[in-house]
């Protein structure tokens, strides 16, 4: 049940990798621990205020790019539980070294691993698997009116989707652009 840490270009976001213990009767993961030097590492002090569950059926289909803004940013560990997804966060603290910079990791139960997204960063998925499930930790509570996002197609940010566009959210389509003050 070893876990990894690693760094990734973005200030904050960390990817976790773990090894699941089998045996004759399947394999247990620990999705999270925060007992665990490594979880207390990327997690610190933070609650855990809801745990979220989403499944898409189609691959291709695209959720995000999502934040709450501050007052009410919270931070999230995403994990896949079944299927494949390509994991994007975005960097849209301005006060950061990375702001407007994104990175990708393809999450999936196979690897073990689960993504660190802080407080400030937007975060989407592209499907690569037919009905992928993740499993959201949020240090925060859902506020409607903090929702924001920026669209997934933003030139300014030029993210490298590997696959066909199939299926947006009305929501997301309407998100704005990101606007890079000079």
């Known amino acids: 049940m070893a876990a990894e840490l690693f760094s990734t270009p973005l200030e904050g976001v960390w990817e976790l990798r773990s090894q699941p213990f089998q045996d004759h009767r399947g394999a247990f993961l620990n999705a999270?621990?925060?007992?665990?030097?490594?979880?207390?590492?990327?997690?610190?002090?933070?609650?855990?205020?809801?745990?979220?569950?989403?499944?898409?059926?189609?691959?291709?289909?695209?959720?995000?790019?999502?934040?709450?803004?501050?007052?009410?940013?919270?931070?999230?560990?995403?994990?896949?539980?079944?299927?494949?997804?390509?994991?994007?966060?975005?960097?849209?603290r301005e006060s950061s070294f990375t702001f407007g910079r994104w990175h990708a990791v393809e999450?999936?139960?196979?690897?073990?691993?689960?993504?660190?997204?802080?407080?400030?960063?937007?975060?989407?998925?592209?499907?690569l698997e037919p009905s992928s499930e993740l499993l959201y930790l949020h240090s925060g509570a859902w506020i409607p009116e903090a929702e924001g996002g920026i669209r997934w197609d933003d030139e300014?940010?030029?993210?490298d989707w590997p696959k066909p566009v199939s299926a947006l959210s009305e929501r997301d389509q309407l998100l704005p652009r990101l606007e890079l003050k000079p």
């Open 32 to 92: 999270f621990r925060l007992q665990d030097p490594l979880f207390q590492q990327v997690w610190r002090d933070r609650p855990i205020a809801q745990v979220n569950l989403s499944c898409t059926e189609a691959v291709g289909t695209v959720r995000g790019l999502h934040l709450q803004a501050f007052p009410h940013a919270e931070a999230k560990l995403v994990r896949a539980l079944r299927g494949r997804v390509w994991d994007v966060v975005v960097d849209l």
């Open 107 to 127: 999450l999936s139960p196979e690897q073990g691993n689960a993504l660190l997204i802080p407080e400030g960063c937007g975060h989407g998925f592209q499907v």
């Open 156 to 159: 300014t940010l030029a993210i």
